[in-house]
């Protein structure tokens, strides 16, 4: 007659009672930062008064060096920084996209990544998005203050520090639309 060893017992016992747990736990992890939790909520406006250079360079998708000084030249900036591995990055990316389309002409949009040229290629192509993507070597100059990402920093066409916010946000909430819009009045 064959005997039960205990050890398998209590291992069969506490993957028994841990599986369902961390099952559970990991769907929600996965729904909520996917994109199927709750939405992302509008960012909280706080203006900024600095002034900020955009005099450094960043290359497009296609392989080009742009001066961000030059590309945006008379005209407010919203530049967001992200990475295609950061879920609140990829969360905030389709209000980004509609808040370009809504202001595409009347505001310069970077968003940028440190990754490399082919991997933004490849997720922009994923994704259908037409936002203009770039990526950066080494750190934006120090006047950009990037303390993680999402990072997104709206700069007035004469290179105010308009606003800044950390973290993943509803960027096509009316809020911003009509902040943008002020923006754009005032700087005529």
Not at 77 to 104: D, G, H, Q, R
Not at 169 to 179: K, P, Q
Request: charged share 25%; hydrophobic share 40%; proline share 6%.
């Amino acid at each position: 007659m064959r005997f039960i060893d205990k050890k398998f017992i209590i291992g069969f016992a506490i993957g028994f009672i841990c599986f369902p747990i961390l099952f559970i736990g990991a769907t929600y992890v996965f729904l909520k930062f996917e994109g199927f939790g709750p939405g992302l909520n509008p960012p909280q406006i706080v203006p900024v008064e600095q002034t900020v250079s955009l005099d450094w360079d960043v290359q497009t998708l296609d392989g080009q060096t742009i001066n961000l000084k030059k590309k945006f030249e008379g005209k407010a900036v919203f530049l967001n920084f992200w990475a295609t591995w950061c879920p609140p990055c990829k969360k905030e990316m389709p209000s980004i996209e509609k808040l370009y389309a809504k202001f595409n002409g009347k505001v310069g949009f970077a968003c940028v990544s440190s990754e490399s040229i082919k991997e933004l290629q490849k997720f922009k192509d994923s994704k259908g998005y037409t936002m203009p993507i770039y990526s950066i070597e080494g750190t934006p100059p120090k006047d950009i203050h990037l303390k993680g990402i999402p990072m997104t920093y709206i700069i007035s066409d004469d290179r105010k520090l308009s606003f800044k916010h950390l973290g993943g946000a509803d960027w096509a909430h009316e809020s911003m639309i009509v902040f943008l819009e002020n923006l754009l009045n005032t700087d005529k």
